[in-house]
């Protein structure tokens, strides 16, 4: 059973920084893509950062040059560094891992709020 335990969320003021974690269990991590997604209220769930099992990672234009998305495969955690925070950054963030097998199975961590006040 794959899991995904989010944490590192909270409040912080405009221009401020905030590190996302998601550790993962039950799935080969080195094998497997990770990505975070945000939904903010009354939004539909939006692609923030990508990162593959291999390769580069890839980002929304939205947070381009102030996010950074890596993964540490030793310790199957994912991160989300997130700099210079607006605003519009507030959502619910949500950690997703891709895995391969007999088909593609995707699976979701809980989320974790982001708030940041204008």
């Known amino acids: 059973q794959v899991q995904l335990v989010e944490s590192g969320g909270g409040l912080v003021q405009a221009g401020g920084s905030l590190r996302l974690s998601c550790a993962a269990s039950?799935?080969?991590?080195?094998?497997?893509?990770m990505g975070w997604y945000r939904q903010a209220a009354g939004k539909e769930r939006e692609l923030v950062a990508r990162?593959?099992?291999?390769?580069?990672?890839n980002y929304a234009d939205s947070v381009r040059g102030r996010f950074t998305i890596s993964r540490d495969n030793a310790k199957n955690t994912a991160y989300l560094q997130m700099n210079r925070l607006k605003p519009e950054d507030t959502a619910v963030y949500y950690c997703?891992?891709?895995?391969w097998g007999s088909g593609t199975y995707e699976y979701w961590g809980q989320g974790t709020q982001v708030t940041v006040p204008s």
């Open positions: 997703n891992l891709r895995q």
């Open positions: 039950g799935a080969i991590f080195r094998a497997a893509d």
């Open positions: 990162i593959p099992s291999s390769g580069s990672a």
